[in-house]
């Protein structure tokens, strides 16, 4: 009932800048939470950025001051921000949301993701 849909991913030079968007669908109520994760061959897949509910942000060290997560004000779509792109941020990079579904009138939780996009930086 919740789909996630990325967009954005791409090849870039290292130091170049890319922006991901995550598009949300679906009976969706509310979403308390929507964040951004990667996954780089052969390594476990691990948080990038998230955004919650009071527009409270959360950043992994690696990326901090690089990249930059937001949303729109219906909690349709978030979007990353990434500047500054190193070859360690290699990786594909997948939505993930938290929140309520209605199901007819009967509400349930629901944590989705999506297909992922692949980031690809250079050296």
């Known amino acids: 009932q919740v789909q996630l849909v990325e967009s954005g991913g791409g090849l870039v030079q290292a130091g170049g800048s890319l922006r991901l968007s995550c598009a949300a669908s679906g009976s969706i109520f509310s979403i308390a939470n929507m964040g951004w994760y990667r996954q780089a061959p052969g390594k476990q897949r691990e948080l990038v950025a998230t955004?919650?509910?009071?527009?409270?942000?959360n950043y992994a060290e690696s990326v901090k001051g690089r990249f930059t997560i937001s949303r729109d004000n219906a909690w349709k779509t978030v979007y990353l921000q990434m500047n500054n792109l190193k070859p360690e941020d290699t990786a594909v990079y997948s939505c993930?949301?938290?929140?309520?579904?209605?199901?007819?009138?009967?509400?349930?939780?629901?944590?989705?993701w999506g297909q992922g996009t692949q980031v690809t930086v250079s050296s």
């Open positions: 993930n949301a938290i929140g309520v579904v209605l199901s007819g009138i009967v509400p349930r939780q629901f944590n989705n």
């Open positions: 955004i919650r509910t009071g527009d409270t942000t």
